[in-house]
């Protein structure tokens, strides 16, 4: 160590110190902005059913390139966690209350096929996006001497 004595502090920490994650204060506008985002991923879900299933091959990449979009982008804009997980949650739902099927017996999902990549794509896309981690800022220090 240096030759600087650290002191003891003595008084209690200053309130100008705020918290992050979730010791932040509630924030409504942050709120209503992941609320938006679940509903936009329960539509993705909606659509992403319909699509998939008429179009089997393309139209379940489609509706898989609309989820990782969604994901990567509310991860991308929130710069959390959450960013991706609301949206996901949002789909998931939605994607679970179409699998309950109609009173005639038929499901919206086209194929067994169809429907279980769509459901494992979706979920294993919502995992990678929630837990990748964060991207470096732009104008960050590379750590090289003379960059």
Known sequence: MSGKQRTPRT???SKDIRGTGLAAPLNPGRIAAYVGLAVLGALVGIAGAFVQAAWFPAGLLLALAACAGLFYGGRGVFGTQLGALA???G???SVVLLLGGRPEGDYVFGDELGLTLFLLGGMAIAVICA???RSPQPGADSGRPGK
């Open 87 to 89: 949206p996901a949650a």
């Open 91 to 93: 789909w998931l739902i």
């Open 131 to 133: 837990t990748m981690s």
């Open 11 to 13: 008084g209690p920490p």
